[in-house]
């Protein structure tokens, strides 16, 4: 649990980044230069690919187990609590989700309002939960995609940021339709983290609120999208 060292150069509010795995919203997020400096990325899992990518970028990086709370009285709040502590050193400004595997308790969820959030591979609020392109598919919708939201106590819900929309192919399988999905979910991740660290977005209820950038109109666009294409 021994942090290395940090990013040199890069600027701004400090954001920490939650890994269980691969990485690739996290490296999309490290290509797109936000306006802010990632203090560390934290995995639950020592064998994330993620923290290679990290550690080859600079960034410290920190591995919370949760395997070794195991034999806690309570191992989810013990995990928790451990893994408070290795975000709460960054005091970040952020706390952003990518592919982190883990259900959270309330409490930690709460100490984090407003300032976390997460990536989910499907048009919520359906398909909360794990695999969402199965579900899709199965159903049979025409319309699948992701979401970035704020994090809240129940599990996949909260304030929506941004979501994306794809067509569902007549032969998609799951590996196809996930990767789909991925492409959009490495456009959206970066954008939402910037929007936040600009302090574009607010919360009004269960709704977020984009502010046009600083000196810009709020841009003209009609968003409609129908899948198949009308004739
Ligand atoms: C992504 O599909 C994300 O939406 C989901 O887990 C996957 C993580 O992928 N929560 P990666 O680790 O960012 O490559």
């Known amino acids: 649990m021994t942090p290395t ?3 040199d150069g890069a600027t701004g509010p400090s954001v920490v980044v939650l890994i269980s795995g691969r990485g690739s919203n996290l490296r ?6 936000p306006p802010c400096r990632i203090a560390a990325v934290i995995s639950n899992r020592p064998d994330a690919a993620g923290l290679a990518y990290a550690r ?3 960034i410290a990086t920190e591995v919370v187990d949760h395997g070794a709370f195991a034999a806690a009285d309570d191992p989810r709040a013990a995990f928790d609590a451990a893994l408070r502590q290795a975000i709460d050193r960054h005091q970040p400004a952020l706390v952003v989700l990518a592919g982190f595997m883990r259900i959270l308790t309330a409490p930690f969820v709460d ?3 407003g300032r976390m959030i997460n990536i989910h591979p499907s048009l919520l609020p359906a398909y909360p939960g794990l695999h969402t392109h199965r579900r899709a598919l199965a159903e049979g919708v025409r319309l699948h995609g992701c979401t970035v939201h704020f994090v809240t106590s129940t599990l996949d819900n909260g304030p929506i940021i941004v979501q994306a929309a794809v067509p569902v192919h007549a032969g998609d399988t799951e590996d196809t339709l996930s990767a789909r999905v991925l492409v959009q979910e490495h456009r959206l991740y970066p954008q939402a983290v910037r929007w936040f660290v600009q302090g574009r977005l607010s919360i009004e209820g269960s709704r977020v609120r984009l502010a046009p950038p600083a000196g810009s109109p709020v841009p003209a666009q009609d968003g409609t999208l129908v899948v198949p294409p009308l004739d």
């Open 28 to 33: 999309a997020i490290v290509e797109s230069q």
């Open 5 to 7: 060292t940090g990013r």
């Open 56 to 58: 080859g970028h600079g």
């Open 111 to 113: 100490h984090y309002a």
